[in-house]
């Protein structure tokens, strides 16, 4: 998330302390609750779901105040989405529960994209915090570092968007919030486009930087990025495969996510460059 990676103190704990740090320092640590959360809820279970995604945000927030890490915007932000819903489930009326068990999800969706764009509009973006656990502080007002998390915050609300709209469409003109597309393949799939955009998107940062100092390096072509995406076809067509959907459809979905992905990794071995722009 950052146009340069340096290693940073932290407190004590040997190995599982450095690989704790690790994981807190990733943004889908602090979207943890919220992926438990749309897991989990379902009809009869809102209270339930409510309570483990608070649970895991406060243990979240715990850990990383133990561990010296100053709390993130997302860790706020879980706690008191999270703590508000499970207090508002309690004390609802029935007509009220019943309205949620529909739309929770909507909900919790449409939060993710207010809280990414929120921070955009304070110019905070989300994932600048994480950024700074791996980052020197003399690069935290660097434009290059900022407009990193920018783009990628850019991303992810994007990703939410397109979930919220899914969902709505599942609920509202399906009527089916258990839908396969509307309800886990299209609500999925943005995330893990943008989980893997936020590893590549900064590398290549770093690499043009160097390339503009003189340096010799490789620069990750958008290849990089699709042949981390491009897998993810595979599994879809698995998962229709075993739903009852057009077999064709599946199988159609693995072909492509084979093909595609063989034909980038190629291309991405047979075309990076390596001291010049690709």
Known sequence: ??????????????????????????????????????????????????AIALGL?????????????????????????????????????????????????????IAL?????????????????????????????????????????????????????????????LDDSNNIWTGWIIQTFPLIVAAQFTLWYPQRVRALGALERGETVRVPPLGDFLAQVTPWLTVIGIIVLSMDEPWWLGVGFIVVGVGLTKQLKQAADAGATVGGRD
Request: aromatic share 12%; charged share 15%; proline share 5%.
């Open 113 to 173: 994209v207010a809280i990414a764009l929120g921070s955009i509009a304070l110019r905070q973006p989300f994932t600048l915090a994480y950024a700074k656990e791996s980052a020197p502080r003399e690069l935290w007002s660097n434009p290059v570092f900022l407009r990193t998390n920018y783009v990628i915050t850019w991303a992810w609300a994007i990703a939410f968007g397109i979930e919220a709209a899914s969902g709505f469409y599942g609920d509202l003109v």
């Open 1 to 50: 998330m950052h146009p340069q990676t340096s290693a940073t103190t932290s407190p004590s704990g040997g190995r599982a302390g450095a690989l704790l740090d690790m994981a807190l320092a990733n943004p889908l640590v602090g979207l943890a609750p919220w992926i438990v959360y749309s897991l989990v809820e379902g009809n009869g279970r809102l209270e339930e779901s409510a």
């Open 57 to 109: 945000a406060l243990a979240i927030l715990m850990a990383g105040w133990l561990r010296g890490s100053k709390p993130k915007l997302l860790e706020y932000s879980d706690v008191i989405f999270f703590g508000a819903l499970a207090v508002f489930v309690a004390v609802a009326s029935d007509d009220t529960h019943t309205w949620l068990e529909r739309w929770s999800g909507e909900v919790a969706n």
